[in-house]
């Protein structure tokens, strides 16, 4: 079992950067591989970005490759999401969650058992 809570969101105006945290509790947390996912309203969930259990391996949605930037510190149990460059069409709930091993593209909701709560992240103009 991984219990995940994020932190960090808030309002920032266009071309800011704020950092994310997602922080993990339980004996294995750092066995998992952890990706970041977020929901603007009225749309599904989209793949943000992932990080292998080591740290060795990561992959970037298309909308924020260049900008974002996923690192995690195992000996700490937590996950950051570096956001530089902001946008507005950045603006959406922000989760962070941990991988099932074994359960498909790392991109996809459904390679996931474990969620946090969510942080807002706003983007002004």
């Known amino acids: 079992q991984v219990q995940l809570v994020e932190s960090g969101g808030g309002l920032v105006v266009s071309g800011g950067s704020l950092r994310l945290s997602c922080a993990a509790s339980g004996r294995t947390a750092s066995t998992y591989g952890m990706g970041w996912f977020r929901q603007a309203p009225g749309k599904e969930r989209e793949f943000v970005a992932f990080?292998?259990?080591?740290?060795?391996?990561?992959s970037y949605g298309n909308p924020v490759k260049g900008r974002f930037t996923i690192s995690r510190d195992n000996a700490k149990n937590t996950v950051y999401l570096q956001m530089n460059s902001l946008k507005p069409e950045d603006t959406a709930v922000y989760y962070c969650?941990?991988?099932?091993?074994?359960?498909?593209?790392?991109?996809?909701?459904?390679?996931?058992?474990?969620w946090g709560q969510g942080t807002q992240v706003t983007v002004s103009s």
């Open positions: 990080i292998s259990s080591s740290g060795g391996s990561t």
């Open positions: 969650a941990a991988r099932v091993p074994f359960s498909g593209s790392s991109s996809s909701t459904s390679a996931y058992g474990y």
